[in-house]
């Protein structure tokens, strides 16, 4: 469940990055876990709370997803894209003007393309 909340406040180009990150926490906490649970029933004596260590996490991860607003995040995604989009997709020439793509008479039907004809 947590992993597809965190892909909704992700960009679709991004979300490979966010995968290899996982991944390598993932594997990084299966190692270390053992140690720290070790060391937590050698210091308390108590095999049971290594569980009350992993709760607490639960609880700090829990609260920290809670702040999170999705819908914020959707717009900054959704703002971000565009502006990629515009930087990646117009041109600018010598004078510093920005010129989209196709444009003029034999265009490929884009914007305005039905208006010329009504």
């Not at 876990?33 to 992993?54: C, E, H, K, Q, Y």
């Not at 995040?73 to 010598?94: F, H, P, Q, V």
Request: glycine share 12%; with cysteine; proline share 2%.
């Amino acid at each position: 469940m947590a992993k597809r909340q965190v892909i909704c406040l992700l960009l679709l180009t991004l979300q490979f990055l966010f995968f290899a990150i996982f991944s390598i926490i993932g594997k990084t906490s299966s190692f270390i876990g053992p140690f720290v649970s070790s060391a937590i029933i050698d210091r308390s004596g108590n095999t049971n709370m290594p569980f009350t260590f992993l709760l607490g996490l639960g609880a700090f991860s829990v609260g920290i997803l809670w702040m999170v607003d999705v819908d914020k995040s959707r717009i900054e995604c959704r703002s971000y894209l565009e502006g990629e989009a515009t930087k990646m997709y117009s041109m600018t020439d010598s004078f510093g003007s920005v010129s989209t793509s196709v444009e003029g008479e034999g265009g490929l039907g884009g914007v305005g393309a039905d208006e010329k004809h009504t």
